[in-house]
């Protein structure tokens, strides 16, 4: 069966600090993978998508930049945290464009 | 106007209720349809995928889906204080430039106590 890791599960880190949050997935191979954020009481955002090794979609401009370096490993990367980049950072995996996304259990992140 | 409309809630229930969870949209490419079910600090769990209108039942779990009327709908019968979390809709087109992804709604808290 397939499995998503995300690490780490909660973070913490000052303004003007990089960041990096990998995630990978087990049990499949050439997933399209995607990066979303969950602020408070909201759903979810969609942050980046990827359907191969070195292929990204943004779909917000800010402060993130995103990068799938093997087939089944996907970063979350930014080179200067700011206050409004704190939230919930889910990582999620679908085998098709057709097929449901599956989450892993995310990284709470705080910027102070 | 949002794409997904989805009450927050919260909503609470006694055990044993059945609870009708509920999504409006409105854009009408809109072909597949999910309920994710997320516990606090996890990430969500898929429930339900369906592609057509109608009915699919899993177990105490029923979506509905009325694409006539951009209307889906979970129902949970005989609700257990372990269906207490947050349920989330969200559905994707097919084709175009939208192909696969996905928009969610807010999320609906459900309380179920004992």
């Known amino acids: 069966s397939q499995t998503i890791h995300q690490w780490p599960a909660t973070l913490v880190q000052p303004v003007g600090s990089p960041l990096s949050l990998e995630c990978t997935v087990e049990?499949?191979?050439?997933?399209?993978l995607y990066w979303y954020r969950q602020a408070a009481g909201r759903g979810l955002q969609l942050l980046f998508y990827?359907?191969?090794?070195?292929?990204i979609s943004s779909e917000v401009p800010q402060n993130l930049s995103a990068s799938r370096p093997q087939d089944r490993q996907f970063i979350l990367s930014s080179k200067k945290l700011l206050l409004s980049d704190s939230g919930f950072y889910l990582c999620?995996?679908?085998?098709?464009?057709?097929?449901?996304?599956?989450f892993g259990d995310g990284t709470r992140l705080s910027i102070l | 106007q949002k794409e997904v409309e989805q009450d927050p809630g919260p909503l609470s229930v006694p055990e044993g209720a059945i609870v009708s969870l509920n999504c409006t949209y409105s854009n009408s490419a809109f072909q597949y349809f999910m309920w994710y079910r997320q516990y606090s600090r996890k990430g969500p769990e898929l429930l339900m995928y369906?592609?057509?209108?109608g009915n699919k039942e899993d177990g105490r779990f029923t979506a509905q889906v009325d694409k006539s009327s951009k209307y889906i709908s979970l129902f949970i019968r005989d609700s257990q204080p372990s269906d207490s979390a947050t349920y989330l809709c969200?559905?994707?087109?097919?084709?175009?430039?939208?192909?696969?992804?996905?928009?969610f709604g807010q999320g609906t808290i459900l309380t179920v106590h004992p």
């Open positions: 999620a995996w679908s085998k098709e464009d057709n097929q449901p996304q599956h």
């Open positions: 369906t592609y057509s209108s």
């Open positions: 969200a559905m994707f087109s097919a084709g175009g430039t939208s192909y696969g992804k996905l928009t």
């Open positions: 990827s359907v191969g090794i070195g292929q």
């Open positions: 049990g499949t191979s050439n997933p399209n």
